[in-house]
């Protein structure tokens, strides 16, 4: 099953960090890319069914670390 989020930055600087960053995530079909401007990172991934995914977390906590929050 893919899921899609999308998280805004206050800057670009914190976009481009974030998405330099997650493209190291080891998850299953991971696409990172900057979304509707250059302060929004759109990450999709497949999510593993029948056990814990940390996957969401981690890139919540990463894009909160970094100023940002989920806006999809």
């Known amino acids: 099953m893919e899921n ?3 998280y805004e930055f ?3 600087m914190s976009a ?3 998405l330099n ?3 190291h995530l080891d998850a299953d079909g991971l696409k990172v890319k900057f979304g509707k401007s250059d302060h929004h990172v759109s990450v999709k991934y ?3 069914l029948g056990e814990f995914d940390s ?3 981690t890139l919540d906590d990463l894009a909160r670390d970094l100023g ?3 806006v999809s």
């Open 55 to 57: 996957t969401l977390s």
């Open 46 to 48: 497949r999510y593993i």
């Open 68 to 70: 940002g929050e989920e």
């Open 4 to 6: 899609a989020v999308e």
């Open 16 to 18: 481009y960090r974030f």
């Open 21 to 23: 960053t997650v493209k």
């Open 10 to 12: 206050k800057t670009e």
